[in-house]
T-cell receptor, first 111, second 114 residues
Framework: DAKTTQPPSMDCAEGRAANLPCNHS???????VYWYRQIHSQGPQYIIH???NNETNEMASLIITEDRKSSTLILPHATLRDTAVYYC????????????FGAGTRLTVKP | EAEVAQSPRYKITEKSQAVAFWCDPI?????LYWYRQILGQGPELLVQ????????DSQLPKDRFSAERLKGVDSTLKIQPAELGDSAMYLC????????????FGNGTRLTVT
């Protein structure tokens, strides 16, 4: 019973920004938003997480709406190696709970 | 960058046989998780440890699955006897004890039961 909703698939042109949306309308005040990706035959790779402020690291940017009911993961210049399944997860901040994965979004970056 | 180590990478076994998977978490990570991922689905938690203690094993099929983390470092997941439906990727992850610390995953063991 994942708490997030993501589109099942998206395409993106190589070199363009990939914007992956996630709805989490029932998120509570103490829950963070996490993003992972999984390339075929590998384990999930941590990308970024945030509570309410926008976050940026060397891999991506995370934009969280003011009401925190949705977020967008931005890969600024997608490459073919970014083709993967991307998972958006909400998780309580004060407990080392497990990550509950949904089906994710399959992003295909095309040349 | 430190990684979670898992072995073997692939395992083929016949049904009714025993099989074991090993995980070495990132040094200093007190929390360790075992997940199972069926092809085409997201990973699902089997068991969670904090140090050597089980925190959550509510989704572990205890009639055939067991997990241990005796010294609070590396961990073993065992299936006995294996069934055809156990064919899946078995993933190990670890994290620091801080509440919002992300999980870091290994590359898993791909189990095929014939």
């Amino acid at each position: 019973d994942a708490k997030t909703t993501q589109p099942p698939s998206m395409d993106c042109a190589e070199g363009r920004a990939a914007n992956l949306p996630c709805n989490h309308s029932t998120i509570s005040g103490n829950e963070y938003v996490y993003w992972y990706r999984q390339i075929h035959s590998q384990g999930p790779q941590y990308i970024i997480h945030g509570l309410k402020n926008n976050e940026t690291n060397e891999m991506a940017s995370l934009i969280i709406t003011e009401d925190r009911k949705s977020s967008t993961l931005i890969l600024p210049h997608a490459t073919l190696r970014d083709t993967a399944v991307y998972y958006c997860i909400v998780r309580e901040s004060y407990n080392n709970n497990d990550m509950r994965f949904g089906a994710g979004t399959r992003l295909t970056v095309k040349p | 960058e430190a990684e979670v180590a898992q072995s073997p990478r692939y395992k083929i076994t016949e049904k009714s046989q025993a099989v074991a998977f090993w995980c070495d978490p990132i040094s200093g990570h007190a929390t360790l998780y075992w997940y199972r991922q069926i092809l085409g689905q997201g990973p699902e938690l089997l068991v969670q440890f904090q140090d050597e203690s089980v925190v959550d094993d509510s989704q572990l099929p205890k009639d055939r699955f067991s997990a241990e983390r005796l010294k609070g470092v590396d961990s073993t997941l065992k299936i006995q006897p294996a069934e055809l439906g156990d064919s899946a990727m078995y993933l190990c992850a670890s994290s620091l004890l801080r509440g919002n610390s992300p999980l870091h995953f290994g590359n898993g063991t791909r189990l095929t039961v014939t």
